[in-house]
């Protein structure tokens, strides 16, 4: 299992949609980690203390293990998991934008998670449709008279 995590085996469009997205909130995570300061000046947070540039830094870690999950599915073509990620993910824009209403969370920090998750559904859903109806004229290509031997 491990060599398949290091050289994945041919992966689907879909699982390379789910790993590139595993891999960017890997790197959102890192910078969250390693620069919490500069990463609220950048979402116009407030000025962060102490604890909350350390609540910043705990948070990023939990973020880097679901980027982890995401890495690790796409790598191995784990299709329960893109499926569960299709339920989830274009339902962050409506819970943002309920935060952002109640003043919970700041507009470009919403507006950063909406567009991420739901552009990252988006590429997921396209790949999804796309490999399903590849393998649907496929089967029908299979299934003709024609195609199968008397």
């Known amino acids: 299992m491990f060599r398949r995590l290091l050289h994945p085996p041919v992966q689907t469009g879909v699982a390379k949609s789910v790993e590139a997205f595993g891999w960017l909130i890997l790197v959102e995570s890192a910078v969250l980690m390693l620069a919490p300061h500069f990463s609220a000046a950048l979402l116009h947070l407030p000025a962060l203390?102490?604890?909350?540039?350390?609540?910043?830094?705990?948070?990023?870690?939990?973020?880097?293990?679901?980027?982890?999950?995401?890495?690790?599915?796409?790598?191995?073509?784990?299709?329960?998991?893109?499926?569960?990620?299709?339920?989830?993910?274009?339902?962050?824009?409506p819970i943002m934008a309920v935060l952002w209403y109640l003043g919970i969370v700041p507009g470009p920090l919403a507006l950063l998670f909406a567009v991420q998750d739901f552009g990252s559904f988006l590429w997921t859903l396209v790949a999804w449709r796309s490999e399903a109806r590849s393998t649907q004229s496929t089967l029908s290509a299979w299934r003709t008279p024609d195609a199968c031997p008397a």
């Open 49 to 93: 203390e102490p604890q909350g540039a350390n609540y910043l830094r705990l948070d990023a870690l939990l973020v880097g293990g679901v980027g982890m999950l995401y890495i690790v599915s796409g790598r191995l073509n784990a299709e329960g998991f893109v499926f569960a990620s299709l339920l989830d993910r274009p339902l962050v824009p």
